[in-house]
């Protein structure tokens, strides 16, 4: 059974940077960051699509959020910048086969192992 590891988060202002960081137990999937906030469906921020690294990232994080994966393709690492009240909310770590994985219409389907959650509150 695939597992996953998350650290980072945390409270910081408006403007502010964070970084999270996760961690799968096996090598070469697709991996991403998920977020919910109360009375929302979990929504992408940032996820891994093909076995060549593809990401797809949500229009709302483009140019402030940046993503790495290391070569085993089994850490995945989100750094996030200029960060608004709007980015506040329960982030998840995702992984799956990049087979599994589809991107479009603004979200992605198909992963199938998820993380605890780590909150990350911006304040204003």
């Known amino acids: 059974q695939v597992q996953l590891f998350e650290s980072g988060g945390g409270t910081v202002q408006a403007g502010g940077s964070l970084n999270l960081s996760c961690v799968a137990s096996?090598?070469?999937?697709?991996m991403g960051w998920f977020r919910q906030t109360p009375g929302k469906e979990r929504e992408v921020v940032v996820a891994?699509?093909?076995?060549?690294?593809?990401?797809y990232s949500s229009d709302s994080v483009k140019g402030r959020f940046t993503t790495s994966q290391n070569t085993a393709k089994n850490a995945f690492r989100l750094q996030m910048n200029s960060l608004k009240p709007e980015d506040t909310g329960m982030y998840y770590c995702?992984?799956?086969?990049?087979?599994?994985?589809?991107?479009?219409?603004?979200?992605?389907?198909?992963?199938?192992?998820w993380g605890q959650g780590i909150q990350v509150t911006v304040s204003s």
């Open positions: 995702a992984a799956a086969s990049c087979a599994l994985i589809f991107c479009g219409g603004r979200n992605c389907r198909g992963f199938d192992t």
């Open positions: 096996v090598s070469n999937v697709c």
């Open positions: 891994t699509y093909t076995t060549n690294g593809f990401t």
